[in-house]
């Protein structure tokens, strides 16, 4: 039986199920995102009692939330290249180990340089890890199911902090902010020898059946990886002879705004901006980022469900990114509110639409050309980390001045508008880039 919608063919015969291989790799790299944004959001969890403890002024401060962005953010063209060379099982697996060992020893430290030193680690160890998970999922699944299983690993970095938020916050107030480093670090190594032992490409992979194969590569999957061809710096500067490069960049900038908000100062700002003890901090930290999750599985569901029923790649794929964009502005009318329940509201509101937009990975996966789909991926995400330099940083400097967060939350409803206008003047035809090879 076909089914065929805009100009997608997905192949599965009558009264054959194709298998569900594709979604015990999808599990696992929605752990690994998990585990992933844990380790960036600990420090955040701890800073009100850390840095206290360490004696650290705000734009201390500042500086330690943007340091992981520094790295990581400059790491990910070579890391998208490592995925490239090394695939994802080698290239994924190290780096759950070494920036899990570097957060594990986060909680040994006894000031600003050994912490800040530790961040910029954590940074660069963790480069290839949304390279390899948009290759991950354009190597397993068909086109038709990209935007929801896109969707299905991104909410891990939302779901994540939902679950451990206020059990990190617990163990922060009843144990120490040590013990959070050393829990999440400790659980991010565990799993790093669970991934080299389950993790394989469709190729490679002998629990896939041949009827989940053939589905899969019918339906678009790349199941032979990438293509191998020799590394040119020429073939990396052509990315940026396509609009769709530019407008991707610039709005995996926006969306990355709002969320180092939320990674970042969000829970400083419940304790000293709305005067939430840390416990109660905690209780009303999850709110946005469950909100979020629905948002980023709603993003996706719309996108795939747009494309099913015949609507183009672009409509399908850009639709539910702008309308998150021009949502997520709204997060400035936090300050016009003193009403703590309504500004979580208004908050939870918009990065619940943040989360909406958070489908880019999918536009990625569809864009990318075959040979730099980890270099691709690097190269957008270091687009978007450069808002995990810059937001902090001002963020905190804006804090220094004003005492206050009303102009941090402007800016960040700003740069929201920003990314809907370039995804909708500047993105064009969301189609693969095809390279000149001489």
């Excluded at 600003?112 to 390279?131: D, M």
């Excluded at 991934?195 to 896939?208: A, I, N, Q, S």
């Excluded at 206050?404 to 909708?424: C, D, K, N, R």
Aim: proline fraction near 3%.
């Amino acid at each position: 039986m076909f089914h065929e919608k805009a100009g997608l063919k997905t192949i599965a015969p009558a009264g054959v199920r194709p298998g569900k291989t594709r979604y015990l790799m999808l599990f696992l790299i929605f752990f690994a995102t998990v585990i992933n944004y844990v380790d960036r959001t600990n420090l955040a969890v701890v800073a009100p009692i850390l840095s206290e403890d360490l004696g650290l002024d705000r734009i201390q401060m500042g500086l330690l939330f943007s340091a992981f962005a520094w790295t990581y953010a400059f790491a990910n063209l070579p890391g998208g290249f490592i995925v490239d060379r090394l695939g994802s099982r080698v290239a994924y697996g190290w780096s759950l180990f070494l920036w899990s060992a570097a957060t594990f020893v986060q909680g040994a430290v006894s000031g600003f340089a050994a912490l800040f030193g530790l961040r910029l680690l954590v940074g660069a160890a963790e480069a290839p890890a949304f390279p390899s998970n948009n290759r991950v999922v354009t190597m397993w699944f068909p086109k038709s199911e990209r935007g929801s299983a896109t969707s299905f690993y991104v909410v891990g970095q939302y779901i994540g902090t939902a679950m451990f938020t206020p059990l990190l916050f617990w163990v922060a107030v009843t144990y120490g902010w040590r013990e959070v480093f050393y829990l999440t670090g400790g659980l991010g190594i565990i799993f790093a020898f669970i991934w080299f032992k389950v993790y394989r490409d469709p190729k490679e992979c002998k629990r896939v059946s041949k009827e989940e194969l053939r589905y899969i590569e019918e339906g678009g999957a790349l199941t032979g990886g990438v293509q191998q061809a020799d590394f040119k710096w020429s073939l990396v500067w052509q990315l940026f002879e396509h609009r769709q490069i530019w407008a991707i960049c610039i709005g995996k900038f926006a969306i990355s705004s709002t969320l180092f908000f939320f990674l970042t100062w969000f829970p400083t700002y419940l304790v000293e901006e709305r005067g939430m003890t840390m416990l109660k901090a905690g209780f009303f930290a999850v709110m946005p980022y469950i909100a979020a999750s629905v948002g980023v599985l709603l993003g996706g569901y719309w996108s795939d469900t747009l494309l099913k029923r015949g609507y183009s790649m672009s409509v399908a794929r850009k639709l539910p990114i702008v309308t998150g964009f021009v949502f997520a502005s709204t997060i400035f009318l936090a300050n016009f509110t003193e009403s703590n329940l309504v500004a979580i509201s208004i908050l939870s509101f918009a990065f619940f639409a943040q989360g909406v937009s958070s489908m880019s990975w999918a536009i990625i996966s569809e864009v990318a050309p075959k040979e730099l789909i980890g270099v691709t991926g690097g190269v957008c995400n270091f687009a978007g980390n450069l808002a995990g330099i810059i937001m902090p940083i001002t963020i905190g400097f804006i804090l220094a001045y004003t005492g206050s967060f009303s102009w941090a939350l402007g800016l960040v409803g700003i740069a929201a508008i920003t990314g809907a206008l370039s995804y909708t003047f500047l993105l064009g035809p969301v189609k693969r880039i095809e390279l000149r090879h001489e």
